[in-house]
């Protein structure tokens, strides 16, 4: 495997008015091609700061992001981020919720709506094309929100806390088809770097479980999760990983 993603030395605070507050301090990790990584740790910790910097939203204070060796300089088209709160705009269609990135990026006609179209079916959202946010279920604005980001066709998929809105259900059968996902080489996207505050769902899906320590953010430990999968979360081995990672973090 090659190195996709480098962040070397990344440094973030924040002016707060007593003074500047450090969020992240000397940040430091690899990421390789095909990858799925998980960061955890304690709320306040810097993770989706973190993301932010790494899809270029956001600058460091200082350090660098390397995408394929090359110093990134703003947003990075090669990243797509799916938020927590599903961020969809709500006076516009599922359809054209999805085509947003796309127009954004330039993409014309007809490729354009073969993408939408596409990412709409891979998600399971096929005959809500013209359906509003409100008429959709938490799991559904969700769906809408991942079918926008692979629409892009990004080699990395950034995941803030994408099933924590959800109930345990519905996250249960989104984490099943984004492994699915994942794991298609048919699709660009070969990197996941998700952010969860449950170990457990960390443990599940992650080659590697980063672990910060908050106050500042840092990183303490990089975990390697060597279960294969499907994991069993009732098994000891997938037990004592998460036990070992929640004493870290404590």
Known sequence: MSTILRLE??????????????V???????????????IVG??????????????????????????????????????AMVFQTFALVPWLTVMQNVLLGLEARGVE???RSRRANFYIDKVGLEGFEEAYPRELSGGMKQRVGFARALAVEPEILLLDEPFSSLDALTALSLREELIDIWNDEKLPVSTVIMVTHLLEEAVELADRVIVM????????????????????????????????IFSRIA
């Open 213 to 244: 320590k908050t106050h500042p953010g840092r990183i303490q430990e990089d975990v390697p999760i060597p279960l294969p999968r499907p994991r069993e979360r009732k098994s000891p081995e997938f037990e004592n990983l998460v036990d070992e």
């Open 109 to 111: 006609e007809p490729e």
């Open 24 to 38: 992240l301090e000397d940040v430091n990790l690899e990421v390789q091609e095909g990858e799925f990584i998980a």
């Open 9 to 22: 030395h990344i440094y973030k605070s924040f002016p707060m008015p007593q003074g500047e507050l450090l």
């Open 42 to 79: 304690a709320s306040g910790g810097g993770k989706s700061t973190l993301l932010r910097i790494i899809q270029g939203i956001i600058p460091p204070a200082s350090g660098y992001v390397w995408h394929r060796g090359k110093k990134q300089n703003g947003v990075n088209l090669g990243c």
